[in-house]
C-alpha cells in the first residue's frame, strides 16, 4: 500500500543486501515512520515479541524471513541442523497464539530437509521466505475481492448510501506483509468508487486501531472515525453499523475466532442487533488440527504495563504516561475467541463460506484428512 505516495510492504529483504531484512516499526507509528533493519534471527524473534512487527500475517513472515537470517548465520557442519531448530524455537516462543508463525517456520523446517548442500540449503531459505510473504500479499488482495461482492451488495441494498462498516484491532495491511485482510475488501470497495465509511475501534491496550487502522486509512483517504472500544453497542443499536469485518489470528477447522481481546464482544452486540459478523482470513490463520477455540486457542498474556501506561505524542516527543494507581495490579489478556456461531462468515483467498468444518474444507479440499 502506499505511504505519502510511495508502494511499501510491511517486510522484504534489503534489495543491495541481501543480509538484511528490514520493516516498518509500528511502534511508533501514526507520529513517525521509521524504517528498522534486522540482521539476525534473534533481533526478529524480539522484534516479533515486542511489536516492532505485528499482525498474524505479517509475524508469519517475520518468522519465515528470520529461519532465512539463520540460515546465513548457521555453521555449515553437523552443527547447521541444530543452529537452525534453535532459531526455530525463539520464533515460536515469541507470540504464541497466531498460528501464522508456527506455520512459516514449519514450512521452512520442511524446506531446508529437503535440501542437502548450505548453497542449496540457503537458496531454499531465501524462496521459501519470499514465497511467503508474496503468498501472504496475493492471498489479502484476494480476501479484497471476495469481500469487495459482500460491501457492493450491501451498497446496492442501501441504494448507494454510506455502507458503515465497523472493525477492531489492525487487520489492515500493516498487520500483513500487503492489503490487509478486514481492511482490503474496504481498500477494494473505497477504489470502485462505494460510498464506504469506517468505524474504527481504538483497540486498547496497544490502540491498534486508533493508532494503526486509523494511520492506514488516512494515508489511503478512506472516510472513518475513531471510536471508544465501548462504543460500537451503541451503533449498531442505532443502525448505525452495516456490517462488521475483523481479521483473525488463528481458527479453527469448526470456524471458532481468535482475534485481539473485545472481538467476542463486538459479535455479541453484531448478534443481538442482526448485523452481519464477517471474519477475513488467509488460509495460513486456519489451524487444521484444532476444533474447539475456547479450549484449544493459547491466550498470549501480556504485561500489566500495556494496560497501565499509555503512549502518545507530547509537545513533539512519543512518551508515556501512568493511567493507575501505580500499586494496583493489571491483567493484561491480549485475544479472545467468538465461537462460530456468532460469526456470519469467513472471507477467505478462495471465497466466503460459513463458519463450519465443511464449509471449510469444500474451499480447502486438500485438508479432508
Ligand atoms: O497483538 P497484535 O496486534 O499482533 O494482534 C493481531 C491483530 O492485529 C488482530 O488480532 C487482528 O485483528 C488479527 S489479523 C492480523
Given at each position: 500500500?502506499?505511504?505519502?505516495?510511495?508502494?511499501f510492504?510491511?517486510?522484504?529483504?534489503?534489495?543491495?543486501?541481501?543480509?538484511?531484512?528490514?520493516i516498518?516499526?509500528?511502534?511508533?507509528?501514526?507520529?513517525?515512520?521509521?524504517?528498522?533493519?534486522?540482521?539476525?534471527?534473534?533481533?526478529?524473534?524480539?522484534?516479533?515479541?515486542?511489536?516492532?512487527?505485528?499482525?498474524?500475517?505479517?509475524?508469519?513472515?517475520?518468522?519465515?524471513?528470520?529461519?532465512?537470517?539463520?540460515?546465513?548465520?548457521?555453521?555449515?557442519?553437523?552443527?547447521?541442523?541444530?543452529?537452525?531448530?534453535?532459531?526455530?524455537?525463539?520464533?515460536?516462543?515469541?507470540r504464541?497464539?497466531?498460528v501464522?508463525?508456527?506455520?512459516?517456520?514449519?514450512?521452512?523446517?520442511?524446506?531446508?530437509?529437503?535440501?542437502?548442500?548450505?548453497?542449496?540449503?540457503l537458496a531454499?531459505?531465501?524462496?521459501t521466505?519470499?514465497h511467503?510473504?508474496?503468498?501472504?500479499?496475493?492471498h489479502?488482495?484476494?480476501?479484497?475481492?471476495?469481500?469487495?461482492?459482500?460491501?457492493?451488495?450491501?451498497s446496492?441494498?442501501?441504494?448507494?448510501?454510506?455502507?458503515?462498516?465497523?472493525?477492531?484491532?489492525?487487520?489492515?495491511?500493516?498487520?500483513?506483509?500487503?492489503?490487509?485482510?478486514?481492511?482490503?475488501?474496504?481498500?477494494?470497495?473505497?477504489?470502485?468508487?462505494?460510498?464506504?465509511?469506517?468505524?474504527?475501534?481504538?483497540?486498547?491496550?496497544?490502540?491498534?486501531?486508533?493508532?494503526?487502522?486509523?494511520?492506514?486509512?488516512?494515508?489511503?483517504?478512506?472516510?472513518?472515525?475513531?471510536?471508544?472500544?465501548?462504543?460500537?453497542?451503541?451503533?449498531?443499536?442505532?443502525?448505525?453499523?452495516?456490517?462488521?469485518?475483523?481479521?483473525?489470528?488463528?481458527?479453527?477447522?469448526?470456524?471458532?475466532?481468535?482475534?485481539?481481546?473485545?472481538?467476542?464482544?463486538?459479535?455479541?452486540?453484531?448478534?443481538?442487533?442482526?448485523?452481519?459478523?464477517?471474519?477475513?482470513?488467509?488460509?495460513?490463520?486456519?489451524?487444521?488440527?484444532?476444533?474447539?477455540?475456547?479450549?484449544?486457542?493459547?491466550?498470549?498474556?501480556?504485561?500489566?504495563?500495556?494496560?497501565?501506561?499509555?503512549?502518545?505524542?507530547?509537545?513533539?516527543?512519543?512518551?508515556?504516561?501512568?493511567?493507575t494507581?501505580?500499586?494496583?495490579?493489571?491483567?493484561?489478556?491480549?485475544?479472545?475467541?467468538?465461537?462460530?456461531?456468532?460469526?456470519?462468515?469467513?472471507?477467505?483467498?478462495?471465497g466466503?463460506?460459513?463458519?463450519?468444518?465443511?464449509?471449510?474444507?469444500?474451499?480447502?479440499?486438500?485438508?479432508?484428512r
Amino acid at each position: 500500500m502506499k505511504v505519502n505516495g510511495k508502494h511499501f510492504r510491511t517486510i522484504w529483504i534489503e534489495d543491495n543486501n541481501k543480509s538484511i531484512v528490514r520493516i516498518i516499526d509500528q511502534r511508533f507509528l501514526p507520529h513517525r515512520f521509521v524504517v528498522a533493519d534486522l540482521a539476525s534471527v534473534g533481533e526478529v524473534a524480539v522484534a516479533i515479541k515486542d511489536m516492532h512487527v505485528r499482525g498474524a500475517g505479517l509475524i508469519g513472515a517475520a518468522a519465515g524471513l528470520g529461519m532465512y537470517l539463520a540460515a546465513l548465520h548457521a555453521p555449515w557442519d553437523e552443527f547447521f541442523d541444530q543452529a537452525m531448530k534453535h532459531a526455530a524455537g525463539l520464533l515460536l516462543a515469541a507470540r504464541p497464539t497466531a498460528v501464522n508463525l508456527a506455520w512459516a517456520v514449519k514450512k521452512q523446517l520442511e524446506a531446508l530437509e529437503a535440501a542437502s548442500t548450505k548453497t542449496e540449503k540457503l537458496a531454499v531459505a531465501y524462496e521459501t521466505a519470499c514465497h511467503i510473504a508474496d503468498m501472504d500479499a496475493a492471498h489479502c488482495r484476494q480476501i479484497g475481492q471476495h469481500g469487495l461482492l459482500l460491501i457492493e451488495e450491501m451498497s446496492r441494498r442501501k441504494g448507494g448510501k454510506t455502507v458503515n462498516i465497523l472493525t477492531h484491532c489492525n487487520a489492515g495491511w500493516l498487520a500483513f506483509v500487503d492489503y490487509g485482510t478486514a481492511t482490503a475488501p474496504i481498500y477494494a470497495a473505497y477504489e470502485k468508487g462505494i460510498d464506504v465509511h469506517v468505524w474504527v475501534d481504538e483497540t486498547r491496550p496497544r490502540n491498534q486501531g486508533a493508532s494503526l487502522t486509523a494511520w492506514e486509512l488516512a494515508q489511503q483517504k478512506v472516510p472513518h472515525t475513531i471510536i471508544t472500544d465501548n462504543a460500537g453497542g451503541h451503533l449498531m443499536q442505532h443502525g448505525l453499523v452495516d456490517m462488521v469485518i475483523v481479521g483473525s489470528d488463528r481458527t479453527t477447522r469448526t470456524g471458532d475466532v481468535a482475534n485481539k481481546i473485545g472481538t467476542y464482544l463486538k459479535a455479541l452486540a453484531a448478534n443481538d442487533n442482526g448485523v452481519p459478523f464477517f471474519v477475513a482470513l488467509p488460509s495460513s490463520t486456519i489451524d487444521w488440527e484444532i476444533e474447539d477455540g475456547l479450549a484449544q486457542i493459547p491466550i498470549e498474556e501480556r504485561g500489566a504495563e500495556e494496560v497501565k501506561y499509555m503512549e502518545g505524542l507530547c509537545n513533539g516527543e512519543i512518551c508515556k504516561v501512568l493511567l493507575t494507581p501505580e500499586e494496583s495490579p493489571a491483567a493484561n489478556y491480549a485475544f479472545d475467541v467468538t465461537p462460530a456461531r456468532l460469526v456470519t462468515g469467513l472471507i477467505t483467498e478462495r471465497g466466503i463460506c460459513k463458519p463450519q468444518k465443511e464449509e471449510l474444507l469444500r474451499l480447502f479440499p486438500e485438508r479432508k484428512r
